[in-house]
């Protein structure tokens, strides 16, 4: 439904439909993707339930699940990459750039930071934010041409 609202917004600029599709997909789908919004087009989205895409920049290769949210803050939104993956309950939000190659781990939140490439996101302690290098290639598990 997604890629319907989107299609008929980018030719016909016709916001009453684009708005009951993403209406109707947030209801069936439980994930709030508006139809503004420009989608790489090569993505992931291993579970739709809890996604929340704010209007960012979005890099192929996009792996998502579910309660996955990348919003702005304080009109600030996130560039993302391409090859980010972010699992369960992660977020992006804010201003700064997620680098080719970021894993998020379950319950990470980036907010207002740039991370390096190729690195995972942990929770550290007391809620602090650490960065490992990646052992190996996860895009693989989900896309055959990375």
């Known amino acids: ?10 030719k016909e600029q016709t916001r009453t439909v684009c708005t009951k599709l993403f209406a109707l997909n947030k209801a069936l ?3 709030d993707c ?3 919004i420009e989608l790489p087009e090569v993505f992931f ?3 739709s339930v809890g996604i929340v895409l704010a209007k960012a920049s979005y890099g192929n290769h996009l792996v998502l699940y579910q309660n996955s949210t990348v919003g702005k803050n304080h009109g600030a939104a996130p560039v993302l990459e391409d090859g980010v993956v972010m699992y369960p309950n992660s977020a992006i939000i804010g201003g700064g750039l997620i680098r080719a190659g970021t ?3 379950q319950g990470v939140s980036v907010i207002n930071r740039c ?5 995972t ?3 550290g302690a007391n809620g602090s934010l650490l960065f490992k290098p990646i052992e ?3 895009l693989t598990d989900f896309f055959r041409d990375v």
């Open 121 to 123: 996101g942990l929770q």
């Open 136 to 138: 190996r290639n996860v």
């Open 29 to 31: 789908n439980a994930i």
């Open 1 to 10: 439904m997604y890629y319907l609202a989107n299609t008929i917004w980018c």
């Open 45 to 47: 989205i291993g579970h």
């Open 34 to 36: 508006f139809y503004e």
């Open 103 to 105: 894993i998020l781990s």
């Open 115 to 119: 991370t390096e490439a190729n690195m």
